[in-house]
């Protein structure tokens, strides 16, 4: 495991006509979350069967430094835009505690 020990499951439902605004907007963000130091990856992933749903995962140190990054400058800026995009959503902290790797493959 890396030392992320917190993963961050947010879930989105974006208002319909402003997904590809959300997306860039999202990707936008993301380069601002990638330079706080206790984050360590983030994802967003579309659901295939529902559009306009939305799952963001990211991983950061702990708890403290998630609620940190929540409260800064940058974070407060990015949810006045997004907030008129969305319909709804939830958030879950998670506790990593296990992962495993991809099996190695048997060369032919």
Do not use: C
């Not at 939305?54 to 430094?65: A, G, H, K, N, R």
């Not at 409260?71 to 998670?94: D, F, H, I, T």
């Amino acid at each position: 495991m890396t030392a992320a020990g917190l993963r961050v499951l947010l879930r989105i439902r974006v208002a319909e006509g402003h997904e590809a605004e959300f997306e860039e907007l999202w990707r936008a963000h993301a380069e601002t979350v990638r330079r706080f130091p206790d984050n360590h990856g983030q994802q967003l992933l579309r659901d295939t069967a529902e559009p306009g749903s939305y799952t963001v995962l990211t991983d950061w140190t702990d708890e403290p430094s998630f609620r940190a990054f929540e409260r800064s400058a940058e974070q407060q800026a990015y949810l006045k835009v997004l907030w008129p995009l969305r319909e709804g959503g939830e958030m879950r902290l998670l506790e990593p505690l296990h992962a495993l790797s991809p099996a190695a493959t048997a060369e032919a």
